[in-house]
């Protein structure tokens, strides 16, 4: 099958994207103390250039595993999310990748799927299937991509504790595709991997309401939403000593943190559901007052955005 696993590669090298890429959303754009590398650290390929004070993604070299896009803190990085939470829906929460035996909805490395597409697809399925092939010599992905996904459904269930997740190499139920049904899914997958290309419908991915959010949050919300576990979002909290300078709301990837103006005094405000965790405020903060912490699912679904700090700043 090396002639059919090589034009099965190159169909898909043509018709699958390198990840879309935000600069407004990543740390090392925003100059946070400390930057980020994870997605260099992640690539298997040697794909992410982050000399330049950005990142670049050499296409010759990516293979579109996705392996950037979950460990990215800012969600700078990203696949569409709409066609791979509809695979996970029409598979009734079963899975595979591209180099797994068996039929059933694929994905084409599960080095895409992300916390938020997880914890979404569990709070409607109940638990999930995830069938892989054989990652220690996969061009794809490649063999770090089991602790990779171990990760990514640990995280997954700090927005929906409640998620089961079974990891097999065994083929999903349904027979072993031959080389005329390879074919036939090459040519019905078309359609997919050109959806993929483009953006998804907010009302595809649900709460259309929060639309500012990118689509892996609001996946993570959704989930949040549906959870009667204990959902243990990451969250910020400032203590006493800040200067309400602008540093936290400058180096926000997610514009979770915002600094207002009221009268004379300013104000540090919180949207839970937009916080990552990724740190970058409690890096950059001048005076050193802002500590991680987790928010539970009220806070989450708050309405109005929290008040972290209030205040008059000397320099003003």
């Known amino acids: 099958m090396g002639f059919f696993d090589n034009l099965l590669g190159a169909f898909l090298k043509l018709t699958d994207p390198t990840p879309r890429y935000t600069g407004s959303r990543c740390l090392v754009e925003k100059y946070a103390v400390g930057g980020c590398d994870l997605c260099q650290q992640a690539c298997p390929h040697e794909a992410v250039d982050l000399s330049h004070f950005t990142v670049q993604i050499d296409d010759t070299r990516c293979t579109g595993c996705g392996l950037c896009t979950q460990v990215c803190p800012g969600v700078a990085l990203e696949f ?3 066609p791979l939470q509809e695979a996970l829906d029409k598979g009734r929460g079963q899975l595979k990748c591209s180099k797994a035996e068996g039929h059933g909805q694929e994905v084409l490395c ?6 938020g597409l997880l914890a979404e697809a569990a709070s409607r399925h109940g638990p999930l299937t995830l069938a892989r092939g054989d990652c220690e010599h996969c061009k794809i992905g490649g063999p770090t991509v089991p602790e990779a996904l171990e990760q990514v459904i640990e995280e997954a269930r700090r927005y929906y504790p409640e998620l089961e997740v079974r990891l097999t190499t065994e083929a999903l139920p349904g027979a072993i595709v031959g080389r005329r049904e390879l074919f036939e899914q090459l ?10 290309v483009l953006p998804e419908p907010p009302e595809q991915l649900g709460l259309d309401e929060d639309h500012d959010l990118p689509a892996e949050l609001r996946l993570r919300k959704m989930a949040t939403a549906r ?5 243990r979002w990451p969250a910020i909290q400032v203590l006493e000593g800040c200067t309400l300078c602008p540093v ?6 997610t514009g979770a943190v915002k600094r207002v103006r009221e009268g004379e005094e300013y104000v540090l405000e919180l949207e839970v559901a937009a916080c990552t965790g990724c740190g970058g405020c409690v890096a950059s903060c001048p005076p050193q007052v802002i500590e ?5 699912r009220d806070r989450v679904l708050a309405e109005e955005p929290e008040e972290l700090f209030r205040g008059e700043p000397e320099w003003s």
Do not use: H, K, Y
Request: glycine letters at 18%.
């Open 80 to 82: 569409p999310l709409g």
């Open 110 to 115: 599960l080095g895409r799927l992300t916390p």
């Open 227 to 231: 959870s009667q576990g204990e959902v």
């Open 248 to 253: 936290c709301a400058n180096v926000c990837p």
């Open 292 to 296: 991680l912490v987790e928010a539970g």
């Open 187 to 196: 040519l019905g997958g078309t359609r997919r991997m050109a959806a993929e």
